[in-house]
């Protein structure tokens, strides 16, 4: 049975009128989420992420920052993309919570996959800095778990999102035992991912074209991505799943649709059951046609709960 972590101050998180990255994208996920073909949820109320956590990829100085800086009213913000309102802080701690606590189900044997329902978004954060909608670093708090608590050796994470995952990248480009891959559109914010960033190995990056669709993603994946994620041999599969690629999304140019997302997340279901005793974690990145993106997470989460 598939774990869909999720908390409702996920829902709190304003960024302000007229904001992307709005509450409206998680209200619509789990509106989908609630329908009969996915009765079977494991329901789970994401934890606070602990301090501990948030340090081992993020400095002091930018976990402070992001514990205090929710504005007792209004919108503070953080970069011109970036901001924070009075439930901000929750909001972030409980994104980050969710993948740690996802991760430790699946190591645990508790669930083979799970989804993490939350925002503020994370692939974007770095060290020490919230930018691109992202306060703290989702998917990395995770990985850092499975290796730190967990001891895994070899985690892979693999990033579908339109936009590059900079913040992941940076977090682990001298870090060995994780192997980071990445599709994205470029040129396009944050202009970065180039596909000679390597890292000390451990980082590969395919780019796409604006205009590129089903074919050029695919065999990206299939010619490039995949190849080098089943060569890592990874114990532990997560995923940074954004559906800004899809067609109708206005921040992006690529040309997707819901049969693309269910590709994808068919390879990396594969892929962990080949590698990783079937254990996968995915947390929600971007996607900004709401329609779109309630449509693509009810088609990944039912691949994902086959």
């Known amino acids: 049975m598939l774990r869909l972590y999720t908390h409702p101050a996920c829902l709190l998180h304003d960024p302000g009128p007229g904001h992307a990255e709005q509450s409206a994208r998680l209200r619509v996920v789990l509106q989908a989420l609630d329908h009969d073909r996915h009765a079977a949820l494991d329901r789970i109320e994401a934890p606070r992420a602990t ?124 870090e060995p035992r994780v192997l980071f891959a990445s599709s994205h559109q470029s040129p396009l914010y944050p202009d970065s991912g180039r596909e000679d960033e390597r890292g000390v190995g451990n980082i590969v990056n395919g780019t796409l074209s604006p205009g590129a669709g089903s074919h050029e993603f695919r065999e990206l994946w299939d010619g490039v991505l995949l190849p080098r994620l089943h060569a890592f041999k990874p114990q532990l599969v997560l995923v940074s799943a954004g559906f800004d690629a899809h067609r109708n999304d206005p921040l992006a140019d690529i040309r997707l649709g819901q049969e693309d997302y269910a590709w994808i997340t068919g390879r990396l279901v594969a892929l962990a059951g080949t590698h990783a005793g079937g254990r996968l974690v995915s947390t929600l990145e971007g996607g900004y046609d709401l329609a779109a993106l309630a449509a693509c997470v009810s088609t990944h989460v039912g691949v994902l709960d086959d």
Do not use: Y
């Open 51 to 174: 301090r501990e956590q948030l340090l081992r990829v993020h400095s002091a100085d930018h976990v402070d920052r992001i514990l205090a800086g929710a504005p007792s009213q209004g919108t503070q913000w953080l970069d011109a993309d970036t901001a924070m309102s009075p439930d901000s802080t929750e909001a972030a701690l409980r994104a980050a919570g969710a993948v740690v606590a996802a991760v430790g189900a699946v190591l645990s044997g508790a669930t083979r996959h799970a989804f993490c329902a939350v925002r503020p978004p994370g692939h974007h954060a770095t060290r020490d800095q919230a930018m691109g909608f992202c306060l703290f670093n989702n998917i990395a708090v995770g990985a850092a778990h499975a290796l730190a608590a967990h001891g895994l050796k070899r985690v892979a994470i693999a990033d579908f999102d339109v936009h590059h995952g900079n913040g992941t990248q940076a977090i682990f480009e001298r």
